[in-house]
């Protein structure tokens, strides 16, 4: 039988899943998530008291079927599932885990998702300052606020949706500041009111009530304050215990990387994005499904879910009906407009790289001698090569470059992906290497072998320890 | 110092026990170490490349900003990793 392996159970991940069992294959998933529903309809720990209605408000239904559709497949055993384990490399058919034995595939599925697109800010390096997506997790997964009086900044439709359920937890919120002008909202509105027309007035309704600011140019995060300047020009200053920041979102597209998809500089996305077809393929037997591929939501991507799918199914020569993704691509798009990333500028003392505290100073310097290639940039800077592997810098990074050089962001390049993805223990590597030199994965013995490395020492976390390890997870291949 | 985080719902759950930097802390059932740390505490850890303390970033195991170190070795990812109890959790233990 065919090996399917689907990454990621959110909604992209789910849906998939359920075409290829309904068409009688047992895939397998694996999430790095303890439970299925992925960031946008995250479950809170088992013990939990807030209803889906407090969770997730009008998307409710949605979670719900969502997380029903998913436990029934595995109640009934008709896919395996690996929660809590990430894929941290793709080599020759083989993905490598956390913590597990590597699995062999035929074909790869991949609903990775987003995080947060950030951008730096002055001082945003400090403790305190956290990604919107961040707050929302602690919200929803653990019924906490970061801080007792908190603004959040940059823009995207998180930015509202986010105030307006902190507000209704009962959290201190201090300010709403929108970094996109009221006229780019609008001309966006009115194409995202085409497309979705409820969609678009749920999401202006959020705004009532709210201390929101659009058109703000944010100037620095420091002393429990953001200062900022509206859209007048004039200076404020917010006091603060708490910052959220955040520009829509950002594709997590290192796998997609991994298993050999190429990418485009999108103008719409602001983002590289990897290349699929018109079902999401990206490969011969890779397959792309939702945020990871196109930013088009939790909607999206289930229909995105159910067209990787189907193109893998009509692939082995099955039958499976293909979603219409037409009106959520044109909503997508305009909401892209409506919230666009600005320009980054900012002064040379700003930390770009918050793992490695690299200024935007160091990266120009460095352009200078080495010209505005991305990858040469991150070889001498180390931008993007700290732990986070360049998730929170390298849009922000290009951006800089290629302003520096006057240049276009397309020319600067991506930065290549590299293996492992996540930070891996010593455990997990001896167990890609049982199954480098000839060992089945499957094996009993390697499956053995694996676990007693896991209660030795040796399954102490190394990579992240020291980041200018050679095996640190961003260093270049020797 | 005063902790970062406030508890906004689910407050009816048992506590649990824990140790952070050598002192005696409790968190609830079902809590993160980094939730049961910033109830208390206004941050993890130190930064390795600046003079600022750290106190998680992006909460979905993405940013690596929350690594902080197990007393019996092992280091771990605070806002991935339920709280359990009896840990002995240290903010800075790799240095040593």
Same mark, same amino acid.
Not at chain 1, 51 to 78: N, P
Not at chain 1, 245 to 261: S, Y
Not at chain 1, 407 to 417: F, M
Not at chain 2, 44 to 60: D, K
């Given at each position: ?478 | ?46 930064? /390795?490349? $600046? &003079?600022?303390? =750290? #106190? ?5 195991? +993405?940013?690596?900003?929350? @690594?902080?170190?197990? /007393?019996? $070795? &092992?280091?771990? =990812? #605070? ?5 359990? +109890?009896?840990?002995?959790? @240290? ?6």
């Amino acid at each position: 039988m065919t090996r399917i392996l689907i990454v990621g159970a959110g909604p992209g991940g789910i849906r998939a899943a359920e075409a290829l069992v309904r068409a009688g294959l047992r895939p397998v998933v694996v999430d790095e998530g303890a439970r299925a529903g992925g960031q946008i309809y995250r479950r809170p720990p088992h013990g939990f008291l807030r209803d889906a209605r407090a969770l997730y408000g009008s998307e409710a239904h949605k979670a719900e079927a969502l997380h029903a559709c998913f436990d029934r497949m595995v109640a009934q055993g008709r896919l395996d599932y690996l929660p809590g384990c990430a894929v941290h490399s793709l080599r020759d058919g083989l993905a490598h885990l956390t913590g597990r034995a590597p699995i062999a595939y035929d074909r790869l599925i991949l609903a990775t998702g987003a995080t947060d697109r950030l951008m730096p800010v002055p001082g945003w390096q400090s403790a305190g300052v956290f990604s919107l997506g961040a707050m929302q997790i602690a919200l929803k997964a653990q019924g906490v606020a970061l801080g007792q009086r908190i603004v959040l900044a940059g823009s995207g439709p998180l930015l509202t949706l986010l105030a307006s359920q902190l507000v209704k937890a009962g959290a201190g919120l201090a300010a709403v500041l929108d970094t996109s002008r009221m006229g780019d909202q609008l001309r966006g509105g009115v194409g995202m009111a085409l497309a979705r027309p409820l969609v678009t007035l749920r999401g202006a309704r959020m705004r009532l009530g709210l201390p929101y600011h659009a058109g703000v140019v944010l100037d620095a995060i420091d002393a429990g304050a953001v200062r900022w300047r509206d859209a007048r020009g004039h200076a404020q200053v917010t006091e603060c215990d708490a910052v959220g920041l955040g520009w829509h979102l950002r594709a997590e597209t290192q796998l997609a990387d991994l298993a050999g998809a190429q990418f485009d500089w999108s103008e719409v996305w602001q983002q590289w994005l990897p290349r699929i077809d018109d079902l999401g393929r990206a490969g011969p037997g890779l397959y792309l499904a939702g945020d990871g591929v196109r930013i088009l939501g939790a909607d999206g991507a289930e229909l995105a879910g159910r067209r990787a799918a189907a193109a893998c199914l009509h692939d082995l020569g099955l039958e499976a009906p293909v979603p219409d993704l037409r009106r959520t691509e044109r909503f997508a798009a305009a909401l892209a407009r409506a919230f666009p990333w600005p320009a980054v500028d900012v002064p040379d003392s700003t930390v770009v790289c918050r793992c490695e505290g690299i200024t935007a100073g160091e990266l120009r310097a460095t352009v200078d001698r080495t010209g505005p290639e991305a990858n040469r940039v991150k070889s001498l800077a180390r931008i993007g090569m700290g732990r986070c592997q360049g998730r929170y810098c390298q849009l922000a990074a290009v951006d800089l470059i290629a302003c520096h050089a006057g240049t276009s962001r397309a020319s600067v390049g991506r930065l290549r992906g590299q293996p492992p993805v996540r930070p891996v223990t010593v455990a997990d590597l001896l167990a890609a290497e049982s199954s480098a030199v000839g060992t089945k994965p499957e094996d009993s013995a390697a499956a053995s072998s694996l676990s007693a490395a896991s209660a030795s020492p040796l399954a102490a976390p190394c990579l992240q320890a020291t980041p200018r390890m050679p095996c640190s997870p961003s260093a270049p291949k020797t | 110092m005063t902790g970062r985080i406030v508890r906004l719902a689910e407050t009816h759950r048992a506590p649990v026990a824990f140790r952070f930097d050598g002192q005696d802390m409790a968190g609830m059932e079902g809590d993160t170490v980094l939730t049961a740390i910033l109830c208390h505490r206004g941050s993890l850890r130190a930064a /390795e490349f $600046g &003079p600022e303390r =750290r #106190a998680g970033f992006c909460l979905m195991g +993405a940013c690596q900003d929350c @690594w902080i170190s197990q /007393e019996d $070795g &092992p280091r771990l =990812r #605070a806002c991935q990793t339920p709280l359990r +109890a009896g840990m002995r959790l @240290w903010s800075d233990g790799w240095r040593e």
